[in-house]
């Protein structure tokens, strides 16, 4: 079982810059896939970043080169960098876990409660 809670949302200007935490209940958080999905109102549910145990990254082209996933096992916490900011990155952010990158092509097994991000023009 694998619990998950998402902070560092909030309000940034287009342009900006963000951290979002997610912190993971796993005892064996190290062997574990985490990533990000987002939603904005009223649309689907998208992929953000996904990093596995050896530090591989996933990324969809939309947010390539301006978001960065990474983790610090130690701490049970990866972390998404979202640099270069647009009012279209306004969405909550939810992470998502599961025990490999592959699940992230679809449904990852154990989700957080999502973080708002809102992006101002």
């Known amino acids: 079982q694998v619990q998950l809670v998402e902070s560092g949302g909030g309000l940034a200007q287009a342009g900006g810059s963000l951290r979002l935490s997610c912190a993971a209940s796993?005892?064996?958080?190290?062997?574990?896939?985490v990533g990000w999905f987002r939603q904005a109102p009223g649309k689907e549910r998208d992929f953000v970043a996904a990093?596995?145990?050896?530090?591989?990254?996933k990324y969809p082209d939309s947010v390539r080169g301006r978001f960065t996933v990474s983790r610090d096992n130690p701490k049970k916490t990866v972390y998404l960098h979202l640099n270069s900011l647009k009012p279209e990155d306004t969405a909550v952010y939810y992470c998502?876990?599961?025990?490999?990158?592959?699940?992230?092509?679809?449904?990852?097994?154990?989700w957080g409660q999502g973080t708002q991000v809102t992006v101002s023009s």
């Open positions: 998502a876990a599961d025990t490999t990158l592959g699940a992230f092509t679809t449904t990852p097994m154990y």
């Open positions: 796993a005892r064996t958080f190290s062997t574990y896939a």
């Open positions: 990093i596995n145990w050896s530090g591989i990254t």
